[in-house]
């Protein structure tokens, strides 16, 4: 098995060639030799009827002896290689040359079979090669004779003999010249091929910006190009998207590490009582805490970007989900003074990841809570028309300015990073809860006015 690609396209173009050339050289042989034998078959043609017409005129001059006439006109005809010879059913009455008897039968036997007035016949048995033969009848005082004109075909052998010997030198140079040409061809047009796949090799985790270029090459080169250089630009953006995760996760981990250290190693310098350690401690526990919830986020988008997060699908009721959501986040608005609002609703089935939608929930209550203030008012409702459901967490908080929206749902945005640090946020809650309604084939919208408030609409598919 050749697995070269220039080779085969190369051997391609060779057989194509070879057997072209076979078909045309066939071909060829086939239309000269028919048109040599025409030419011969006219030629002598023209010479039997020439004889005969020449044989009446010496009858009558001759008063009716026809060996004599035969004799005369034979005298006077100019052949070119041809016979003629006079016959009386099968007996030779004077030929220009000599007849082998076979032959004669053969002519003999070939006028009998038909009654036609001229013919022209092909002799099996005379020569190597066969012979033609033009046969006129023709009637001399009340009795037939027959005049023929005979050639073997030895001459149009020796031509077509000449023809296939010089198309036998022209094929090994035919193929030379088509080897030497389909490997040309192919190597030219494959060179962008070569050359794509020693730029791509070039190509590593650290120049991913680089582009394949291919020149002027053919149109579905520069496709595959386009193609290849469409992929690298992807792989360039998540990897430059990984980057930027990796440095943002880094950086948030290191703050409540440092603040842990800190206060071990403070807390460590010299003895100190009982509530200084209990204070110390409590501040180790808050930053292990706010940690373990650091990584716990990290970790569930680190699986969902490897889209290993399987999800535990069973049906259960958004309305008591919601409910559920409002009474333990009462606390937490209660302490901040803001009230919250969850009308009852009738029941709503849904079929979806139960731990997953309650915290996509509770991740936009707590966020609303968060960013109001002081007497200000979180509304939690569902809405459920058809196919469709639609759960509005609304507030009356600051709201988030136009410029800043498109931001809100990646991962570490923050608007306000120092309160947001404050209350426990690392800027990942959004991005949360989109990929939980994308994961359940739903949407999460933003409207928002600054100074008057936000609503989040998550909306679900049933
Ligand atoms: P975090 O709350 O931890 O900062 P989120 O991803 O939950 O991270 O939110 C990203 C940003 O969106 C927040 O920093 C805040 O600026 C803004 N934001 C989120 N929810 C609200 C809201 N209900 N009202 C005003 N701003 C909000």
Redo the contacts with the bound molecule.
């Keep these: 098995m050749i697995r070269s690609l220039r080779a085969r396209l190369t051997l391609w173009y060779l057989a194509f060639f070879t057997l072209l050339f076979l078909a045309f050289s066939i071909f060829l042989h086939s239309v000269l030799s028919r048109a040599l034998e025409r030419r011969l078959d006219e030629a002598l043609s023209v010479e039997a009827n020439t004889a005969a017409a020449l044989l009446a005129d010496e009858f009558n001059e001759m008063k009716g002896d026809v060996p004599v006439a035969c004799s005369e006109v034979l005298g006077d005809l100019r052949l070119s290689g041809s016979t003629v010879a006079f016959l009386d059913g099968g007996r030779v009455l004077g030929s220009s040359a000599p007849l082998p008897p076979a032959e004669v039968d053969e002519i003999a036997r070939r006028a009998a079979a038909t009654a036609v007035s001229h013919q022209v016949v092909g002799l099996k048995q005379a020569g190597p090669h066969g012979a033609h033969a033009a046969l006129v009848r023709i009637r001399l005082g009340g009795h037939g004779y027959l005049v023929l004109a005979v050639q073997p075909l030895d001459e149009v052998a020796a031509d077509l003999a000449l023809l296939r010997r010089v198309l036998l030198l022209a094929l090994p140079l035919i193929i030379g010249l088509a080897g030497i040409g389909g490997y040309w061809l192919t190597r030219r047009n494959l060179a962008p091929l070569a050359s794509m796949a020693a730029q791509a090799r070039r190509i590593t985790h650290s120049n991913l910006e680089t582009r394949l270029d291919v020149g002027d090459a053919a149109e579905e080169l520069t496709m595959l190009s386009a193609s290849f250089n469409e992929l690298l630009s992807r792989l360039d953006e998540s990897f430059d998207h990984m980057r930027r995760f990796v440095a943002d996760a880094s950086h948030e981990l290191r703050t409540p590490i440092s603040i842990i250290r800190g206060e071990a190693d403070v807390a460590l310098t010299h003895d100190r009582s009982a509530a200084e350690y209990k204070q110390a401690l409590t501040l180790v526990l808050d930053e292990s805490r706010r940690l373990s919830r650091l990584v716990d986020d990290l970790l569930n988008l680190a699986r969902a970007d490897a889209g290993r997060v399987k999800l535990r699908v069973e049906e259960f009721y958004l309305n008591d989900l919601l409910a559920e959501c409002c009474r333990s986040a009462q606390t937490l608005a209660a302490t901040r003074g803001v009230t919250l609002d969850c009308p009852a609703h009738d029941d709503v089935s849904f079929h979806g990841d139960e731990e997953l939608v309650r915290r996509m929930v509770m ?1 936009l209550i707590d ?2 809570i ?2 109001t203030p002081t007497g200000g008012r979180v509304n939690a409702s569902l809405e459920s028309h058809g196919g469709d459901i639609a759960i509005r967490i609304a ?1 009356t ?4 300015a136009p410029d ?1 929206a498109p931001h ?1 749902f990646e991962r570490f ?4 990073k120092a309160r ?1 640090r404050q209350d426990g ?7 949360i809860v989109k990929w939980i309604a994308e994961s359940h084939n739903g949407a999460v919208e933003l409207a928002s006015t600054p100074g008057a408030g ?1 609503t ?1 609409t998550v909306k679900l598919p049933r």
Aim: hydrophobic residues 35%; aromatic residues 16%.
């Design positions: 991740n966020n609303a968060r960013y507030d908080g600051a709201g988030i800043a809100v945005y923050r608007g306000d947001s946020g690392f800027g990942l809650g959004l991005s936000s989040f």
